[in-house]
């Protein structure tokens, strides 16, 4: 059952980041008439909906629209950025639209903005945050912070509590506000080591990843479309789900096979096979 969709509406970022993959498809900006598609497509199999796979989301013209459209069409919005357009966006990021913000506060290693003027932005947000808003501050690269976000981390721990969660590596700072810590991990790629062909992801099963071009992959990991499904603008998603490859993808986790090469050469697909193992 598909829980969640990852829409990428942009591919474009203002950042190079060397935690991200580089993008190396044509920029694209999705259209109005393109995204609207899109939901129709989607409505039938979820409400949840992710504007982010590769590129930053801010960037688009027409975020705005987007996340009107969004609304209107009670879709639940997911949004992750990098975070250093917030400054022009902080009346936007309280859209009734968004369920979750997420900002990626490793990303600040990587930009030349000023450190206090962004954690007066990021202080501004927390306390302009809707009631209902989820707001996720994430260091991916805890185990090596740089000065910039190191330095972020202690401001936020001398500003704030840091309540432990259930979650490992996760802290509440205020209500639905959480500062949530990880490594970073390994992208998939055709080049790195087999790990398995036997395991389990939730990859095509509960999410699925719709690039900017149109294409259909398994999960936001896959930013080339490397597992190409089909491309909604020129196939239903009813049928591009009906497809053989999808299908096979499926079935194979259901019988804890790992069918698709890129997949075998993922590390990221390991943590949903712990899961697994822990609920057996």
């Not at 992208?187 to 149109?214: T, V």
């Amino acid at each position: 059952m598909i829980k969640r969709i990852y829409i990428e509406i942009t591919n474009v970022c203002n950042l190079s980041c060397a935690f991200c993959k580089k993008n190396h498809r044509n920029a694209h900006f999705l259209t109005l008439k393109e995204f609207k598609h899109i939901l129709n497509q989607m409505k039938p199999y979820t409400s949840y909906i992710y504007l982010h796979v590769q590129g930053e989301p801010l960037m688009h013209p027409q975020l705005k629209e987007f996340l009107d459209l969004a609304y209107n069409m009670q879709f639940y919005v997911h949004l992750t950025t990098n975070g250093t357009l917030l400054h022009k966006h902080l009346m936007l990021m309280q859209h009734p639209s968004i369920r979750k913000l997420a900002i990626s506060l490793q990303a600040m290693d990587y930009s030349s903005i000023g450190l206090e003027d962004y954690f007066k932005t990021l202080t501004s947000l927390i306390k302009q945050k809707p009631s209902n808003q989820y707001l996720e501050l994430r260091f991916w690269n805890y185990n090596q912070l740089q000065k910039q976000s190191s330095y972020l981390y202690q401001k936020l721990q001398h500003h704030f509590f840091f309540q432990p969660t259930k979650k490992p590596n996760s802290f509440q700072i205020q209500d639905k506000v959480y500062v949530h810590l990880d490594s970073i991990w390994q992208w998939p790629s055709m080049l790195n080591e087999d790990q398995s062909h036997i395991g389990y992801c939730l990859g095509a099963k509960e999410m699925l990843a719709i690039l900017s071009n149109g294409q259909v992959t398994a999960c936001c990991m896959d930013e080339s479309g490397q597992i190409n499904f089909g491309n909604i603008f020129q196939q239903s998603i009813k049928d591009i789900l009906a497809s053989k490859r999808y299908l096979d993808m499926v079935n194979g986790f259901n019988k804890h096979q790992v069918v698709e090469s890129l997949c075998q050469k993922c590390t990221y697909r390991l943590r949903f096979d712990t899961k697994k193992a822990m609920k057996s």
